[in-house]
């Protein structure tokens, strides 16, 4: 194992305190239990918006901590779900008096812990609307999560429901627009090669030199496939067809384009990825009005891509625009 790390117990620690001194401005990081909180300012009554899930997915969630998207986010060890301290404490430090929206993507342990701090946060008398993020179509079920998994769709979630928020939407709104998101968001994902956690010191899972694994997870998860490796444009393509196929996308609908790198993949592969798949949008009569192209919900080093594909009405465009000043994403401001 070769990575840039001191000891793998303390993976976590470390990169919680170089995020709290690179971002000083942006962020809160909080001890025992770990979470991140931002530190712009909020108006009083604003509903809070908290995301969390383990570490290994970076930028997300932590990245995504400020204003016009997450108020807290709850960091686990890597690839383990924060446990519902965290979740429950984090809540706490962000009511505003508006409630909470809890974005939770489906694995089994974030679903059970998430709504443990939500019923500890409902005791203290603030309101929480828990929404499970689950776009991946690769799967119905798999040996790490019940259902479909929770992946690309999520950073969109945030993004939107966090403009919703800033501009004053009430908790219901806010939940009930999250939960469209999902109901319009599919992603599917792939890798050319497995990621390393600190813990295990090998690989999650081998591939060979010409092969790659279609429909992979965050978490190295078994795909639909493993196959010879092919080209970038035949690998959009593969990915591609199952999300057209899953909703019905119909032509004239305007979308939002996400390539998203899995950790180990650079931009000009992403843009390559980027380029075919817009070309199988536009065949099937999609408007890309929006995208987003880069590494935002990662396996560590993991090489690969996924693609989501976001079908959007007026209100999701307006609060994508929103202005967002967060330690990974920013525009407006």
Request: proline letters at 4%; glycine letters at 12%; one cysteine or more.
């Amino acid at each position: 194992m070769k990575k840039l790390i001191n000891d793998p117990n303390q993976v976590v620690d470390e990169a919680l305190d170089g995020m709290a001194a690179a971002h000083a401005d942006l962020i809160t990081v909080h001890r025992n239990p770990n979470f991140i909180t931002r530190k712009a300012a909020v108006k009083s009554g604003k509903v809070a918006l908290i995301s969390g899930g383990g570490s290994g997915h970076e930028p997300m969630h932590g990245g995504f901590v400020g204003l016009g998207m997450l108020d807290a986010a709850c960091p686990g060890a890597v690839f383990t779900s924060p446990t519902p301290d965290q979740m429950y404490e984090a809540t706490k430090a962000i009511n505003h008096g508006g409630g909470a929206v809890h974005i939770v993507k489906n694995y089994t342990g974030d679903v059970l812990n998430f709504e443990m701090a939500a019923d500890l946060a409902k005791a203290d008398g603030i309101e929480v609307e828990s929404v499970i993020i689950d776009d991946d179509v690769a799967v119905k079920d798999s040996t790490w999560t019940a259902g479909r998994r929770g992946v690309g769709t999520t950073v969109l979630a945030e993004k939107i429901c966090g403009g919703a928020a800033e501009a004053g939407a009430s908790l219901a709104q806010v939940a009930d627009l999250c939960r469209k998101v999902n109901a319009n968001g599919r992603s599917m994902g792939m890798a050319l090669s497995a990621c390393t956690v600190p813990h295990a010191g090998k690989p999650s899972f081998t591939l060979a030199e010409d092969e790659m694994e279609i429909g992979i997870g965050i978490h190295g998860e078994p795909g639909r496939h493993r196959v010879k490796l092919e080209s970038a444009d035949k690998i959009a393509e593969m990915l591609m067809e199952p999300i057209l196929s899953d909703l019905p996308f119909s032509s004239g609908d305007n979308v939002l384009l996400f390539v998203n790198g899995m950790g180990g993949t650079p931009a000009i592969e992403l843009y390559i990825v980027y380029r075919k798949a817009q070309e199988i949008a536009a065949k099937h009569g999609l408007k890309v009005v929006r995208n987003l192209v880069g590494s935002y919900i990662t396996s560590l080093e993991m090489a690969g891509t996924s693609i989501t594909l976001l079908k959007l009405d007026d209100d999701m465009v307006r609060h994508w625009d929103a202005p967002v000043h967060a330690p990974s994403l920013r525009w407006g401001v």
